[in-house]
């Protein structure tokens, strides 16, 4: 398998520069850049060539990266030359390729000559023959034929260039390349079947204008029978185009919605400016002032462009004017008030939205509307070919096209998409061919049009004069801006007016709603990083998080070299799976919601909630705390439930439009592998009853075996999941009265349904059994339910693998059994057991918690310890369970609930590190690899060190060189840059991507912004790199074992579909589906995945030194002190915060080196080298090595030191603000079982590419309350503290495998059941 393997440990922060007084540009190469196209777009070619020499002019420019900038800026000029062709525009163009180009000794290529030779055909008669002669002249015969590749001259122009230039004939070439894209033929319409009218789905009171713009957007499934149109019997060609037609919407119509409300009150005879009734009109009249404040400051822009010396004001407005004119004004205007009010709307406009959300959505959705003007324009010059990098599948890269792509996924697609189509897919691509605009640009953009917005939009409030009585009506802004305390810091919002606030709850706007809806075709295949799922291309294969671009890069790599075949194959079924609706389902929920009673997890429409009474006046000072505490849980329980009954409002609206079609999910994958569907409202990952709403689209016949499976099925949602397959069976023949009672009078029966763990499921299946028995023959019965198989404990499943647990096989049915094994039970028999012998020996916990501890005690802690959960966190799960089964516990300073859930999490701990203890050594092994890799400098980065050493340590003065630029400094060339990175058994990379960003300051026109934007330069989180590898490596193993049987799944012909660990297929096709999983299983997991992996870190790393820990007290330490003692004065070494000694770095670099030379009296100097490294490997071994505190924690059932110097004596209760965070969200990184890729939330944007400065983390404290802290502290000082010394990067042994053989899980029925 080949290792894919990206060199960028030697990234850094981009330089910046000072921006001049006269030219008013800085900042760093992109900045500079951006702003370069903006006036390229604009057609202001003296201004971009003033800022391209400025561009030229920065050192470590590579002369192609150059040249591309100066092919841009000819491109344009061609244009304009051609537009309005004039001979002193020619004239400049030739002078700008001899003096900016030739002179300059920049390499010309085809496309530059192309440009050329463009231009020269708009000069005069004599003049024309002999430039285009002299331009041809400059290219090699096979570089001549490349100008057809070059997309710059049309044939006409080529033919004329034959004529001039007959050394070449470029006709029949150019022919081959001037087909017609055929179009559609139009399909005609089906006739309509006329159906019974379907009940409304009763709306719940909900701020913003998600409901009814979604509800817009699903009326056109209600007026295409109106056209004749019927979906299910449409030919694909129709399918698709309706499939469009959901995703219209556009800035324009927005437009044209508000000024026909305005026009329409006034032929009313009412002044829109005082109504309240239309928001419409309101947003009119903003629009109207919007414009003319913009076009004011265009005009100020110019003058600051021109202006001589440029004070601050002109040198912000010469960064953000130029992005102020791609648009028409009138756009611009509308796109602002469209963001603003949906950002309004979407995030509480009535409690303050933060200044940089507000900004950025602005200026993403500018940018956006940008991309698609620029095509527009494209779309209408005739002077360009049609370009081959703007095609694919004969569909040319147009407006139409992104829009269709993009529309739903957030503000800043368009862009991405554009640049993502038109790339040749080089996952290496340099600065120059980033068109996305840089964060601080967006900032300064999105904050000056949000500054004008709240200047210009009014809003009118009436208000009753306190001594007449009389109300006066007067205009007030409808926006300002404000600061908010948040979590102990100061942060910059934008306050709605009151008066708008109220208006927004009764009149939504129609904006561009994030409605990723189901699919109504098969998703089409994925085949690129950026090209699959949707039918236009809109999606990312991958969801990268944090704007992570390491994945993607090492993603593309892999595509490049085939490695990701199978796991774009088993993506591609996924999404082919199709899907209907539940209509008996459906129509029992829709009766259910419609009451507004609670049923199943359908909460009340009004809540039963009463408030706690006040207390009386009293002495005791909590007392009223505890009051407010309680008067707040009842608040969040009301608000709880509202916000969950309006997102199943969503889902019932989508679900009532879908009810009578198929349609597909197309599915992507997160950074680990794990595959989740797009579509992100109504799917099924979601919660039950969407799950209960959702049946394959394709039926089969049950067969002999299907009725038996569905039987078990409806035992196993139920909630009898722990008995044998046999008495599962039973359970559905015993209780028969009970599934038809269901299933025929689920309202207003006996409710039996009601009883299940996933009740919507379970009546689901009671009414697919009944139908099935009264079909006659059940056997033949065309089912369409999905039957689950779950997992147990998929984590632990894979981790007694790995590590070849016997015990632990057999507690989560990897060894065959006659009655399926609960390792829930085991662990909580395991505690019980533990508790007793405490009891006996006197221990007062015991003795409090004897007979307390039940399976549903233990089983979150069990299942979430195997991805990381903390100390705190598992004892916070535990005290959860207890305070809800027993409200009893003592309540003292010496004994309560805190106290005793501590006791039982340490002994669930214990348990698991004795049942699993090979599991236990690899999660230990894994987070030791991790830790050395995050602590790691890799051979890119040592030799860049070794080469700027003589000047770090020089003792002159660093002197700036004469372009400006600064050297790196020790800080920089030091960083601990190197992610964990791994290859899955599919061959896909896997690249975390927890990295410590940066902050960067952005002046605004509003205020001073934080910004984070991540970059590679950026050091690692170690202690995130850490915690998060375990439980990422084996969300990478699940992973490939659910696509691996979906590929093996669907070439047997089973439909298949996936929710993590619980696989679903037909009832008639489980049993097969069963031996399709073990095989993959075993397939996985006869080879040595661990020895694999450490096979290709030794190979991923090599060459690479690490900064390790070594126990003092010991023999090497002593030695090491005495070495050291001997080099004292050596001269000046610098110093790093990060890396301590780096003079002996530099010793081992230069050792490691000598070693690995093919000189053997090189080798023989390098054996002679003392270092603390060949001292270690004189001297000592790997158990000399001081493992870190994290590690610790790491391996199975492991507590931390830290976190065990908190337990019992050292309690802090649950409720301390220093660790609401962690017991709310006790997994690492958060990680989990399904961590926050969960498909079933609402849409966000993908990448969020600002963040407030008060979200990035201190790496020594992360995470951690001020007790905790201070303990830490405390435990620092009260120890001896371990040495540091550099050596080779090397990994630990891979711990010895127990006797388990993962073949015995041919014969496991429970593994899966």
């Not at 603390?1172 to 391996?1195: I, K």
């Not at 006790?1226 to 944007?1245: H, K, R, Y």
Request: hydrophobic content about 35%.
């Amino acid at each position: 398998m080949r290792t894919v393997r990206l060199e960028g440990s030697l990234s850094h922060a981009p330089q910046r520069y000072k921006s001049g007084r006269k030219i008013g540009i800085g900042g760093d190469f992109t900045e500079i850049q951006s702003v370069f196209d903006a006036c390229l777009q604009i057609g202001r070619i003296e201004r971009a060539g003033i800022i391209l020499k400025r561009i030229a002019g920065i050192q470590q420019m590579y002369p192609e990266d150059v040249l591309a900038l100066h092919n841009r800026y000819l491109r344009a000029a061609v244009e304009q030359i051609m537009i309005n062709p004039t001979q002193s525009a020619t004239q400049s163009l030739h002078k700008w390729f001899e003096l900016e180009i030739r002179l300059k000794s920049i390499p010309a290529n085809t496309e530059t000559v192309a440009y050329m030779v463009k231009a020269s055909l708009q000069s005069p008669d004599g003049k024309r023959e002999r430039l285009v002669r002299r331009y041809m002249d400059m290219l090699e015969e096979d570089a001549a034929l490349q100008l057809l590749e070059a997309d710059v001259l049309t044939a006409h122009e080529i033919n004329n260039i034959t004529h001039i230039y007959p050394k070449y004939n470029f006709t029949d070439e150019m022919m081959e390349d001037l087909e017609m894209i055929e179009e559609n033929e139009p399909i005609s319409p089906n006739q309509h079947i006329t159906e019974p009218a379907i009940p409304n789905v009763r709306p719940t009171d909900q701020k913003g204008l998600g409901l009814k713009s979604l509800k817009k957007s699903l009326s056109l499934f209600s007026r295409l029978p109106d056209e004749g149109i019927d979906i299910a019997n449409s030919s694909p060609e129709m399918r698709r185009d309706i499939q469009a037609r959901l995703e219209e919407d556009s800035v324009s119509s927005a437009i044209d919605r508000w000024r026909e409300e305005a026009a329409h009150l006034s032929k009313m005879g009412l002044n829109a400016t005082l109504q309240t009734k239309s928001l419409g009109a309101r947003m009119w009249k903003w629009q109207l002032a919007l414009e003319e404040h913009l076009k004011a400051e265009i005009v100020k822009v110019d003058a600051s462009e021109l202006a001589t010396r440029k004070d601050s004001k002109d040198q912000e407005r010469c960064m953000y004017g130029p992005f102020l004119r791609i648009l028409p004004v009138e756009k611009l205007a509308a796109i602002t008030i469209l963001a603003c009010m949906g950002t309004m709307s979407t995030q509480g406009a009535d409690k303050g939205v933060p200044l940089s959300a507000a900004i950025m959505s602005i200026a993403l959705s500018v940018e956006d509307e940008t991309t698609f003007e620029t095509m527009q324009l494209n779309k209408r010059k005739k002077m360009w070919p049609r370009s081959k990098k703007e095609t694919g599948k004969g569909q040319f890269l147009t407006p139409e096209l992104i829009k269709k792509a993009t529309r739903g996924r957030g503000p800043g697609s368009a862009s991405r998409f554009a640049l993502s189509y038109i790339s040749k897919n080089d996952f290496a691509s340099t600065w120059t061919d980033q068109p996305q605009w840089p964060t601080s640009v967006k900032a300064k953009v999105g904050a000056f049009l949000m500054s004008s917005l709240i200047e210009v939009a009014k809003v009118p409030v009436t208000l009753t004069h306190p001594k007449t009585q009389e109300s006066v009506t007067q205009m007030q802004p409808a926006f300002s801006h404000s600061h908010q305390y948040r979590m102990g810091r100061k942060l910059g919002v934008i306050i709605a007016n009151k008066a708008l606030v109220a208006q927004l709850k009764r009149e939504p706007v129609h904006s561009l709603l994030a409605k990723h809806l189901p699919m109504l075709v098969e998703p089409e295949p994925w085949t690129q990083f950026n090209k699959g799922g949707f039918i236009s291309h809109p999606g990312k294969v991958m969801r990268i998080k944090s704007g992570d671009k390491d994945q993607r890069h090492y993603a593309e790599a892999a595509i490049g070299q085939g490695g990701m075949i199978q796991t774009f194959k088993g993506l591609d079924i996924l999404g082919k799976t199709s899907w209907r609706i539940n209509q008996d389902v459906f129509d029992v929920m829709l009766e259910a919601w419609n009451s507004g009673e609670g049923i199943a997890n359908i909460p009340p429409e009004t809540p039963d909630l009463q408030m706690p009474p006040e207390p009386e006046t009293t002495t005791d000072p909590l007392e009223r705390r505890r009051w407010i505490r309680a008067v707040k849980l009842v608040e969040n329980a009301r608000s709880g439930l509202h916000s969950q009954r309006c997102f199943q409002n969503f889902q019932l609206e989508i679900a009532r439009a879908l009810r009578n079609e198929v349609f597909f999910f197309p599915h992507n994958i997160d950074f680990r592998g794990r595959a989740y569907p797009i579509p992100p409202y109504l799917n099924h990952m979601g919660a039950d009853h969407c799950r209960g709403l959702l049946k394959f689209g394709e039926g089969k016949e049950l067969g002999e075996s299907g009725m038996k499976w569905l039987s078990i099925h409806l035992a196993n949602v139920f909630g009898y999941d722990k008995a044998s397959l046999a008495e599962r069976e039973q359970f559905t023949a015993n209780h028969m009265a009970d599934v038809y009672d269901s299933a025929s009078k689920p309202l207003v029966g006996n409710r039996w349904w009601l009883k299940a763990e996933d009740p919507w499921q379970c009546l689901a299946a009671c009414i697919e059994i009944r139908n099935a028995i009264e079909s006659g023959d059940p056997t033949s019965f065309i089912s369409h339910l999905p039957v689950h198989q779950d997992g147990t404990c998929n984590g632990l499943q894979h981790y007694a693998a790995l590590g070849g647990d016997a015990w632990g096989a057999r507690q989560v049915n990897l060894e065959p059994g006659d009655r399926p094994a609960d390792v829930y039970t085991a662990v909580a028999n395991l505690v019980k057991e533990s508790i007793a012998q405490d009891n006996e020996k006197g221990d007062p916990f015991a003795k409090v918690l004897l007979d307390k501890v039940t399976r549903k005690v233990v089983k979150q802690t069990v299942m979430t310890n195997v991805y990381g959960v903390t100390f705190i966190g598992a004892k916070a799960q535990v005290r959860k369970q207890l305070v809800a089964t027993h409200n009893d516990l003592p309540n003292t300073d010496q004994m309560n609930p805190g106290h005793l859930s501590s006791y039982i999490a340490t002994k669930i701990f214990k348990a698991l590190s004795t049942m699993f203890r090979g599991a236990h050594d690899i999660q230990y092994w894994l987070g030791e690899c991790a830790n050395r890799i995050s602590m790691s400098l890799t051979q890119e980065q040592l030799s860049r060190l070794e080469a700027e050493w003589p000047r770090l340590t020089s003792k002159a003065a660093l002197v700036k060189n004469e372009r400006n630029y600064t050297p790196a400094s020790v800080e920089d060339l030091v960083q601990f840059k190197s992610s964990v990175i791994w290859t899955n058994p599919l061959h896909m990379p896997v690249v975390q991507p927890y990295r410590n960003s940066k902050s960067k300051c952005v002046q605004t026109h509003m205020q001073r912004l934080n910004l984070s934007e991540p970059h590679r330069s950026d050091p690692v989180s170690r202690r995130k790199q850490l915690q998060g590898f375990p439980p990422n490596f084996i969300h990478s193993l699940d992973a490939t074992h659910m696509l691996l049987s979906a590929l093996s799944c669907d070439e047997l012909g089973l439909s298949f579909a996936a929710v993590h660990d619980s696989f679903w297929t037909h009832a008639k096709d489980v049993e097969t589906m069963n031996t399709v999983l073990r095989d993959t299983f075993i397939r996985i997991h006869t080879e040595d995945v661990v020895a694999r992996l450490a096979a290709e870190f030794s190979a991923r790393y090599k060459n690479g030194v690490y900064l390790a820990k070594i126990r003092t007290k010991t023999p090497l330490y002593e030695k090491i002190l005495e070495w050291r003692s001997s080099r004292s004065g050596l001269g000046k070494v610098p110093k790093s915060r990060h890396a301590p000694k780096l003079d002996e770095l530099m010793l081992e670099c230069k050792r490691m080196r000598l070693l690995q030379s093919s000189d053997p009296e090189e080798v023989e100097e390098g054996r002679n080298m003392v270092t603390p490294a060949s001292l270690f490997e004189a001297l000592a071994s790997e158990g000399d090595l001081a493992s870190d505190e994290e590690v610790h924690a790491l391996g199975l059932g492991d507590i931390s030191p830290r976190e065990a110097g908190l337990r019992a004596d050292r309690e802090i209760a649950v409720g301390d603000p220093a660790n609401i965070e962690e017991i709310h969200n006790p997994l690492p990184c958060g990680m989990g079982s399904d961590t926050d890729m969960n498909a079933g939330s609402p849409n966000i944007p993908e990448a969020r590419q600002a963040v407030d400065a008060d979200e990035t983390s201190d790496e020594s404290g992360e995470g951690l309350g001020a007790f905790e802290k201070m303990v830490m502290r405390t435990n620092v000082r009260s120890g001896s503290s371990p040495a540091h010394i550099w050596l080779p990067l090397t990994f630990p042994p891979v711990p010895k495998k127990g006797e388990f053989d993962v073949s015995r899980l041919k014969d496991s029925k429970y593994f899966f059941s």
